[in-house]
Each structure stands twice: as structure tokens, then as C-alpha cells.
């Protein structure tokens, strides 16, 4: 069974970082693609960031570049995203995600989400 | 990419049809997904590669179209189908989300 387990959300004051990990279990970690996506209370998904398998490929989202990094460690079947320079508008349910398959990029999995809040 | 939903808010009567369309400012091809999202839930894949089912997912789920106009049918809605629907397209990077369609009970 796909598991996906976000931590390391928390309130967090404005310019200040955070580290968002997730733990992969049950399945080939290294084979997938992998993503952060967010969801601000009461309002839509935003795909935040992404990273192929083997990390060579990263991308983010305008609203985020230049700010967050994504990561992996397929050693230890983990996704990291780095979040510096905070704002309140970075304030959200951040999802873990799986593509559905090794080639197709469809969204297939989602843990259940780590909330950041940021606030003075 | 921008992606446009349209209506942000449908109400349908249970066992009727329910079309929900998406948009793109420029072409993704093929690459379209579907997601369902309901209270409290992390959302699921309904639809991926713009009309194939995702596993498990009811033959009353229809999603049609490419290129940059799209549409998800549902047909005889059913009271576990009242949630929020969003596209998404997976053809470049930053891949992009609608901004959502609720569904409802009229």
C-alpha cells in the first residue's frame, strides 16, 4: 500500500524557514516522480514543486522560486521541500504526491498534508 | 499555463448529468487530469491522460477533449459525487490546477 506521510508543518513568523519532510513507503521510491502541493483554507490546490526521480529535473511554481527548494533521498525514501523568506500568503495544507505511474504524470497519491501557518 | 473552470458552482439534482468544463491558455495535449475533493480529504485522481479512468473509478466518470478544451461528465449523479472537481494539466512544468468546481445538491 502507497503511504505517504508528511511532517514538519507548524506556525512559523513571517521571513522566517521551515523544512517540510515526507516518508515514502510502499512502493519503489526511486522510480517516481514527486511533488508538493498546497491548499490555502478554503481555497484551491497550487502545485508547489516538483522533482524527478533521480533529481535531475526540479521545478516550482512563480509564486515560490527563488524561495523553496525541493529535495530527495532515495535512500532514505524521503521528499523534502526547504521553505525560506516565509509569508503570510505561504499559509496552507501542504500535500505530499506520486505520480500515478513511472511515465504517466497524473497525480496518483496524496499523503494527508502537514499545515504551515505563518503569522506574527 | 492557465487553467479555467467553468461554472465555479453547478447544483444538479441527484441522477442527473452533470458537465463540468476546463479551459487552457495554450495547448497540453493529452496530458489533463481530474480530481475529486471532498470536506476534510486529501483529493483523488478520477481522471488522467484526459478520458482514461484512474483504478476503481465508477464508468459514470467521463472525461473528453485535448489540446486546451476539456470536459469531465458525470452521469446520474450520486450522493457521494457532491464535492469539489479541479483539472489539472501535467504537459509543462509548473503544472497548473483549475481553480475548482463545486458540485451540489439542487
Known amino acids: 500500500e502507497v503511504q505517504l506521510v508528511e511532517s514538519g508543518g507548524g506556525l512559523v513568523q513571517p521571513g522566517r524557514s521551515l523544512r517540510l519532510s515526507c516518508a515514502a513507503s510502499?512502493?519503489?521510491?526511486?522510480?517516481?516522480?514527486m511533488h508538493w502541493v498546497r491548499q490555502a483554507p478554503g481555497k484551491g490546490l497550487e502545485w508547489v514543486s516538483g522533482v524527478l526521480w533521480n533529481s535531475a529535473t526540479t521545478g516550482y511554481a512563480d509564486s515560490v522560486k527563488g524561495r523553496f527548494t525541493i529535495s530527495r533521498d532515495n535512500a532514505r525514501n524521503s521528499l523534502y521541500l526547504q521553505m525560506n523568506s516565509l509569508r503570510a500568503e505561504d499559509t496552507a495544507l501542504y500535500y505530499c504526491?506520486?505520480?500515478?505511474?513511472?511515465?504517466?504524470?497524473?497525480?496518483?497519491?496524496w499523503g494527508q498534508g502537514t499545515l504551515v501557518t505563518v503569522s506574527s | 499555463i492557465v487553467m479555467t473552470q467553468s461554472p465555479a458552482t453547478l447544483s444538479v439534482s441527484p441522477g442527473e448529468r452533470a458537465t463540468l468544463s476546463c479551459r487552457a491558455s495554450q495547448s497540453v495535449g493529452g496530458d489533463l487530469a481530474w480530481y475529486q475533493q471532498k470536506p476534510g480529504q486529501a483529493p483523488s485522481l478520477l481522471i488522467y491522460g484526459a478520458s482514461t479512468r484512474a483504478t476503481g473509478i465508477p464508468a459514470r466518470f467521463g472525461g473528453s477533449g485535448s489540446g486546451t478544451e476539456f470536459t469531465l461528465t458525470i452521469s446520474g449523479l450520486q450522493s457521494e459525487d457532491f464535492a469539489v472537481y479541479y483539472c489539472q494539466q501535467y504537459n509543462n512544468w509548473p503544472q497548473t490546477f483549475g481553480q475548482g468546481t463545486k458540485v451540489e445538491i439542487k
Open positions: 504526491a506520486r505520480d500515478i505511474g513511472v511515465v504517466t504524470a497524473a497525480i496518483g497519491y
Open positions: 510502499g512502493f519503489t521510491f526511486d522510480a517516481y516522480a
